[in-house]
Nanobody
Framework: QVQLVESGGGSVQAGGSLRLSCTAS????????MAWFRQAPGKEREFVAG????????YYADSVKGRFTISRYNAKNTVYLQMNSLKPEDTAVYCC?????????????????WGQGTQVTVSS
């Protein structure tokens, strides 16, 4: 049974930082493209960042580019999202997702597995 478990969420003030982790089990982690999505109350789920299987390529939404960094450590079956210079508009539930395909895609329906999510709240 595949499981993706996120951790690291919390409440911070604007300008602060958080590091999210997502640990996978039940799959061969190194063969999956990974991504982070987020969903704020009343809004649709949106792509945040993605990373290819080897970690050689990363992709970001324009809204987080330069502030967030996605990385992965295949030996630990874990993908990370380092979030710096946080803004109130970053407040959302953050979920990691895995897809067997080669490419990072921004469409959530193209991902095969999802975590339950972790709440990030940024106050002004």
């Amino acid at each position: 049974q595949v499981q993706l478990v996120e951790s690291g969420g919390g409440s911070v003030q604007a300008g602060g930082s958080l590091r999210l982790s997502c640990t996978a089990s039940g799959l061969t982690f190194s063969t999956y493209t990974m991504a982070w999505f987020r969903q704020a109350p009343g809004k649709e789920r949106e792509f945040v960042a993605g990373i290819t299987k080897s970690g050689g390529s990363t992709y970001y939404a324009d809204s987080v580019k330069g502030r967030f960094t996605i990385s992965r450590y295949n030996a630990k079956n874990t993908v990370y999202l380092q979030m710096n210079s946080l803004k109130p508009e970053d407040t959302a539930v953050y979920c990691c997702a895995a897809r067997i395909g080669l490419a990072v895609v921004v469409v959530s329906e193209r991902y095969d597995y999802w975590g339950q999510g972790t709440q990030v709240t940024v106050s002004s």
